[in-house]
């Protein structure tokens, strides 16, 4: 699996391995971050609005099905803006000995 740019975007591409120089190309307008279905029958991508998935055949021979966009709302957000159109700060909190508070919040018997 390989992504290369065009005019569009990147393109994801297949290719049997080992490789016997013939890549297909899975994406017709853009796609990145592909990822393989644990049976290797399908192909997911994130491409806007969010995420596709194809059907892919290789046996008897390579062939594609439709390109579907997946129905899943909250996976992914857009950046928000904060005050003067500026993205808002992140925070992180790193908790030191955790486990020791843990002991107090969780007493073992």
Do not use: C
Not at 37 to 62: A, R
Not at 92 to 99: A, K, M, P
């Amino acid at each position: 699996m390989s992504n290369e740019l065009s005019t569009f975007g990147p393109q994801i591409f297949v290719e049997p391995y080992p490789s016997m120089g013939k890549k297909r190309q899975i994406t017709m307008e853009a796609g990145g971050a592909p990822l393989w279905s644990p049976d290797g029958m399908q192909l997911f991508y994130f491409w806007q609005p969010g995420i596709h998935v194809v059907d892919i055949q290789t046996e008897p021979q390579f062939s594609l099905g439709a390109t579907k966009l997946l129905r899943i709302t909250g996976a992914l957000q857009a950046t928000a803006q904060g005050e003067n159109g500026q993205a808002p700060q992140s925070q992180i909190n790193v908790v030191l000995n955790w486990v020791e508070e843990l002991k107090q919040r969780v007493p073992v018997k």
